[in-house]
Nanobody, 125 residues
Framework: LMQLVESGGGSVQAEGSLRLACVAS????????MGWFRQSPGMEREGVAF???????MYGRSVKGRVTISKDNAVNTLYLQMNSLKPDDTAVYYC???????????????????WGQGTQVTVSS
């Protein structure tokens, strides 16, 4: 069963940090483009960070400079390091994946075919 499982969410104070992880099972991980999206109540799902199969990255404007996306092909895991967190970063964070032929990273949520269940991030002021 192909699945994506996120972890690492939690509650932090503003200016704190969190590192999210997403383990991909039963995929050919090195052939994936992957991304992190987030969604807060009443809002559309928003793209946060994206990485292509060759390691090229792109970031959403609201988080650029504060987050870093990375992946480790050896352990089939995608990461999102988030620093200087703000209350506006509060959301459920989702990992997404799609097989792709190369760069650039996929930034539109409609391009992703596989999604995790999400992990809650809550930032308090």
């Amino acid at each position: 069963l192909m699945q994506l499982v996120e972890s690492g969410g939690g509650s932090v104070q503003a200016e704190g940090s969190l590192r999210l992880a997403c383990v991909a099972s039963e995929f050919t991980f090195s052939a994936l483009c992957m991304g992190w999206f987030r969604q807060s109540p009443g809002m559309e799902r928003e793209g946060v960070a994206f990485i292509d199969r060759d390691g090229g990255t792109m970031y959403g404007r609201s988080v650029k400079g504060r987050v870093t996306i990375s992946k480790d092909n050896a352990v089939n895991t995608l990461y999102l390091q988030m620093n200087s967190l703000k209350p506006d970063d509060t959301a459920v964070y989702y990992c997404a994946a799609a097989y792709c032929s190369g760069g650039p990273p996929l930034t539109d949520r409609s391009e992703y075919h596989y999604w995790g269940q999400g992990t809650q991030v809550t930032v308090s002021s």
